[in-house]
Nanobody
Framework: QVQLVESGGGLVQAGGSLRLSCAAP????????MSWYRQPPGKQRELVAS???????NYAESLKGRFTISRDNAQNTVYLRMNGLQSEDTAVYYC?????????WGQGTQVTVSS
């Protein structure tokens, strides 16, 4: 069973920042594309950002410039830095690892932005 362990969520005021972390097993982290998704209340899960093993990044268009995904290969950890948080960023944020037809999810971490 592959475990992706997320941390860093919480309550933050509008305009604030948070950094989410997701630790993965080394054999997964070294070859999988790592992504962050989010699911706002009452809405579908959506892609926030992804980063390949080579470091190529991709972002949801609406989040470019505020959110930054990065990875630390030595720590087998992917990060999501979120700046200028707004109430519409309130959601459960999920870490995802994908390679070929294999897909793994973390348990999710709640981010709540108060206005």
């Amino acid at each position: 069973q592959v475990q992706l362990v997320e941390s860093g969520g919480g309550l933050v005021q509008a305009g604030g920042s948070l950094r989410l972390s997701c630790a993965a097993p080394r054999n997964i982290f070294s070859i999988y594309t790592m992504s962050w998704y989010r699911q706002p209340p009452g809405k579908q899960r959506e892609l926030v950002a992804s980063i390949t093993r080579a470091g190529t990044t991709n972002y949801a268009e609406s989040l470019k410039g505020r959110f930054t995904i990065s990875r630390d290969n030595a720590q087998n950890t992917v990060y999501l830095r979120m700046n200028g948080l707004q109430s519409e960023d309130t959601a459960v944020y999920y870490c995802n690892a994908e390679f070929a037809s294999q897909n793994y999810w973390g348990q999710g971490t709640q981010v709540t932005v108060s206005s």
